[in-house]
């Protein structure tokens, strides 16, 4: 079955700072990987998707992906981070066809001034 | 489209009451999804639906039940509520194939005493 991690649990980030999410899966095959944002008291909000293609994908909020086979990683990244970025990050994969999508344990980004 | 509908926001259940969270989506959407969301957990999937009258365990079945009568509907029933449970649920939808985006409801936080 597959898995997700996300290794670090909270991480603190100062306004304009660069940031990185890490996200590791495990899967035979390549999956498909999502991130979600959760604002505090929020449901879950797409920010990009990777089935195929170009490894770096532009996603919304100015967030990207970068797919690495070689490493299992999909990690989300972002050049400048605004103080309305603080919330929860989560990362998800998924088999395909009618398979469940399944996340990882989510990243808290909390933006300091 | 309102998306995906969850009701009640919030609810407070005794131990050994039972419930039903609705949920309802209005985009046509086969897939549907319950998970739980507990401190440091991420989401955990209860049970998911592929289509009306199919539905299919997920991480976290105990002690929940659903159903698919409609495309619309899919409800998780709580049959015998146990603190354990105290936690803030999510339905979710999407179109079949797993490259979609899934889309979540906001939410329902369950507090059982």
């Known amino acids: 079955a597959q898995s997700v991690t996300q290794p670090d649990i909270h991480i603190t980030v100062s306004e304009g700072a660069s940031l990185e999410l890490r996200c590791n899966y495990s899967?035979?095959?390549?999956?498909?990987l999502f991130w979600y944002v959760q604002s505090p008291g929020q449901g879950l909000q797409l920010l990009l998707k990777?089935?195929?293609?170009?490894?770096l994908v532009q996603g919304i909020k100015g967030f990207e992906a970068e797919f690495k086979r070689s490493q299992s990683s999909f990690n989300l990244r972002k050049p400048s981070v605004h103080w309305s970025d603080a919330a929860e990050y989560f990362c998800?994969?998924?088999?395909?066809?009618?398979?469940?999508?399944?996340f990882g344990k989510g990243t808290r980004l909390s933006v300091i001034a | 489209n309102a998306g995906v509908t969850q009701t009640p926001k919030f609810q407070v259940l005794k131990t050994g009451q039972s419930m039903t969270l609705q949920c309802a989506q209005d985009?046509?959407?086969?897939?549907m999804s319950w998970y739980r969301q507990d401190p440091g957990m991420g989401l955990r999937l209860i049970h998911y639906?592929?289509?009306?009258?199919?539905?299919d365990q997920g991480e976290v079945p105990n002690g929940y039940n659903v159903s698919r009568s409609t495309t619309e509907d899919f409800p998780l029933r709580l049959l015998s509520a146990a603190p354990s449970q105290t936690s803030v649920y999510f339905c979710?939808?999407?179109?079949?194939?797993?490259?979609?985006?899934?889309?979540f409801g906001p939410g329902t936080r369950l507090t059982v005493l």
């Open positions: 979710a939808s999407r179109r079949d194939l797993g490259w979609n985006e899934q889309f």
């Open positions: 899967y035979g095959a390549t999956p498909y």
């Open positions: 990777y089935f195929s293609g170009d490894t």
């Open positions: 998800a994969v998924s088999r395909g066809g009618n398979t469940p999508l399944v």
């Open positions: 985009m046509n959407h086969e897939y």
């Open positions: 639906s592929v289509g009306a009258g199919i539905t």
